[in-house]
């Protein structure tokens, strides 16, 4: 089962909702519990996870070097360039790095095969364990533009450990439970982030600004087609506009969570909010089993 955790806005409390979620999910030894940073600008998970980092590796990107013994500046790469990342003149081809993407398109269409790819180092992979919840993330390295790669990554790892152990975790009748915990806003890496999820859960909060944000969220997975619902963080402030707009378009609310002074002081500690109160740990397995029943994910 492929849970995403996302939000429309910044500072919503996705990252919190996340951890704990996996946090209460791991207390039940039938449960194959695995998290995924995918916020890769802004990585704050291994924060509160403390994971144990076992293995980092570096995440590259195959941009265009020039082989001048061949080149004859004809300008075929520039031309079907679409992000102006190659620009030539009569003499010279200059490559701008930070522009590729990757897409091999001047490799392919130079007539004189002067073009080679080589690796430019974007930002990191690690992998480690908090406890028994296995623990893979990513860091996007300061300057670059580009985190898709990077989710891929981490993601491409993930689904294959999840295929590898799938049955065998069917036969010991274990649950595989795959968190991810996605970048704020409605871009590329968020929809890289929670494409293939079996279900979204979406934390706003009451104010003008969440209910905005929150309905270019829902848009996003409407038409990527995944089944999503609502967390409402700190339901006890600002207004009803976004249990509305929930109420109007059949988008279940899956949890109120209010504005505590005592799960703020615990936040600013890094301390999981599952760890202040017992009560909060029943909510998140039954925020968990009541998407699985609902849904019939699992």
């Given amino acids: 089962m492929i849970i995403s955790v996302a939000s429309g806005k910044g500072g919503s409390g996705k990252t919190t909702i ?3 979620l996996a946090l209460a999910l791991v207390g039940d030894q ?41 080149c004859n500046y004809c300008g075929k790469c520039a031309q079907v360039c679409v992000y102006n990342a190659i620009a030539v003149t009569k003499d010279k081809v200059l490559v701008f790095p930070e522009l590729c993407h990757s897409c091999g398109a001047c490799t392919l269409f130079c007539p004189q095969k002067a073009i080679n790819e080589e690796g430019r180092e974007i930002g990191i992979l690690e992998e480690g ?6 623990f893979i993330g990513g860091r996007l390295n300061i300057g670059e533009p580009m985190a898709p790669p990077i989710i891929k990554k981490i993601k491409k790892k993930s689904i294959e450990k999840y295929r590898n152990r799938e049955n065998e975790d069917i036969k010991v009748k274990k649950q595989y439970i795959l968190l991810i915990d996605v970048p704020p806003g409605t871009s590329c890496p968020v929809i890289e982030s929670v494409k293939g999820s079996d279900y979204t859960i979406l934390v706003s909060e009451p104010t003008p600004f ?4 929150l309905v270019l969220a829902v848009e996003v997975l409407q038409k990527l087609q995944i089944p999503h619902g609502v967390i409402l963080n700190k339901c ?35 301390m999981p909010i ?8 029943q909510n998140f397995i039954q925020l968990f089993q009541n998407i699985s029943k609902q849904y019939k994910i699992v």
């Fill in 236 to 270: 006890d402030i600002g207004n009803h506009e976004v249990e509305d707009y929930c109420k109007e378009n059949d988008i279940p609310i899956l949890l109120f969570l209010p504005l505590d002074k005592e799960i703020a002081i615990a936040y600013s500690k890094g």
């Fill in 274 to 281: 599952v760890n202040l109160n017992r009560s909060y740990k």
């Fill in 30 to 70: 039938k449960n194959n519990v695995h998290f995924l940073d995918c916020d890769v600008e802004e990585p704050n998970a291994h924060l509160f996870l403390n994971p144990l980092i076992k293995k980092r590796e570096s995440i590259k990107i195959p941009v265009p070097e020039i082989d001048y013994q061949k």
């Fill in 210 to 213: 969440g209910l905005h944000d």
């Fill in 129 to 134: 364990k908090s406890g028994s919840i296995s």
């Fill in 18 to 20: 996340a951890v704990n």
